[in-house]
């Protein structure tokens, strides 16, 4: 019972989440809309139920099992890709590099200088 | 007895769910179990692996992406659920997130801004095409968001959702190398930059290698990005002139 419970939670939110983006018309996903929602939902309410932490770790346990079929989709984009592929992938590694690399310089930094966040 | 002919029951595995669900887990098993006999490499993500194995096994039964996306949509119609419960981890490291939302932001605005501007620059000095170009722009956002921006823009909506995954590979490859480089050991840190620049994928490597703390700040930095990179580029694309 608590997983049905929990995994309704989630949907419930979801589906709110996509009414608003289709009634909005905001090119923003539902479930990242539903997320909102829902932290909205727990701050409000003060805690996490247990029945909503046990359907949600589960699903995030495996979260990278779900992208799979989403990426097998990449075989269909293969000519697309394909015309363009030298530059696709120099500029795929140099700015993925890049971005990873600023943004946690910036964080840490930001971080350092207010210093209550960081660790060490 | 009456034994059905292997054609007519090839024809029955290939119209049902059964097939494309059962090779997806027994891929992702294999590759999970692959990427661990090789001591856990990041080049050899497993979520990569078993694309990998699976687009080989769809060429070797001569299964259209299709017919096997009808079997597998069960899978992945689980990550909008999913997407909603990373509100829990948010919601557990409330505090942290609260005490640190200016930095988070200003990251978050810095993060953007050069994938975006490195992005084009690089693109345009490659010489790639003007679409291709359009459907890069939106590349470190998740792909739903992404597809809609590139779409806006002038793009290719399935070609952006593609370069979406790569970019989501390609960051989970580099990333550890980075943060050795740069020495930065902080998961919540770590977190944040995958989840920026490597959406979806970044976030669930954060959960399976950093843990709890990682994995929410990621989905965090990939929120707000899907969010801001939303309302940004379009005028920042008409802004440059390429629009």
Partial sequence: MPLILGMSMLLACQMLGELLA??????????????????????????VPNSLRASGEGLLRYLTLLFV????????????????????LATLFVSTALTLGVTAWVLSRLQGRLGKGGRQ | MNVARLDQLWVYLSG??????????????????????????PLLHPVMLA?????????????????????????????????VALAIPLYD?????????????????????????????????LGARHETLMSLAPRSV??????GIAEQIGGIPSLAAGLVLLTGAIGCALGPAIFRLLRIRDPAVQGFAMGLAAHGFGTAQSFARLGAVAGAFSGLAMGITGL???????????????G
């Fill in chain 1, 22 to 47: 289709r009634g909005l018309a905001v090119p923003i996903p539902g479930p990242v809309i539903g997320m909102v929602i829902l932290l909205v939902v727990l701050m409000v309410w003060g805690k």
């Fill in chain 2, 142 to 147: 998740t792909s739903p968001i992404a597809m």
């Fill in chain 2, 228 to 242: 801001m990179t939303a309302f940004l580029l379009p005028p920042l694309v008409n802004l440059l002139g390429l």
């Fill in chain 2, 16 to 41: 049902n769910p059964l097939l494309s669900l059962l090779l997806t887990l027994v891929a992702f098993a294999l590759a999970v179990r692959i990427n661990k006999a090789l001591g856990g490499t």
């Fill in chain 1, 69 to 88: 079929p989403a990426g097998v989709g990449v075989m269909v984009h293969g000519a697309l890709i394909g015309r363009d592929i030298l530059p696709i």
């Fill in chain 2, 51 to 83: 694309i990998a194995l699976l687009i080989g096994s769809l060429l070797l039964l001569d299964m259209d992406y299709a017919t096997y996306f009808e079997g597998a949509q069960f899978i992945h119609f689980l990550l909008g659920p999913a997407t």
């Fill in chain 2, 93 to 125: 490291h409330r505090e942290r997130v609260r005490r640190l939302l200016v930095p988070l932001l200003l990251a978050c605005v810095t993060g953007i801004v050069t994938a975006v501007s490195s992005t084009l620059g690089l693109a345009l000095l």
